[in-house]
C-alpha cells in the first residue's frame, strides 16, 4: 500500500538529519486533538487573535484573559496565565 503524505506534513520543515523534531515526536503519543493544536501552532493556524485578525479584521483580537493586543501564538505559550501551571510543571523537567 502506498502511503499517502497529508498536507500538514508536507507543511513541516525537514530537519537535516530526517528525523521529526522532539516536540512532534512527542506529540506522536498523544491525543488527536493534540496533535492538531501543535501542527496549528506550528503553521500559525491557531485560533488565536492574531489568526483570527488576517480572516476577519474587524473581530476582537486581544487576548480573553489578559487583554494583549493582538493575542499571539507566542503570548498564549510563554505568558498566557491559564497555562502558568503546565509551564511551571514543564520547566523542572
Known sequence: MKRRRTQTYL??????????VPVVKGASGGSRHAAATLVRLITDHAFVGSYTARLHPRKQTSCPGC??????????????LRYARARAATSHR
Open 67 to 80: 487583554g494583549a493586543k493582538p493575542q499571539t501564538v507566542e503570548h498564549v505559550i510563554k505568558t498566557f
Open 11 to 20: 507543511a513541516l520543515p525537514a530537519p537535516p538529519d530526517g528525523k521529526p
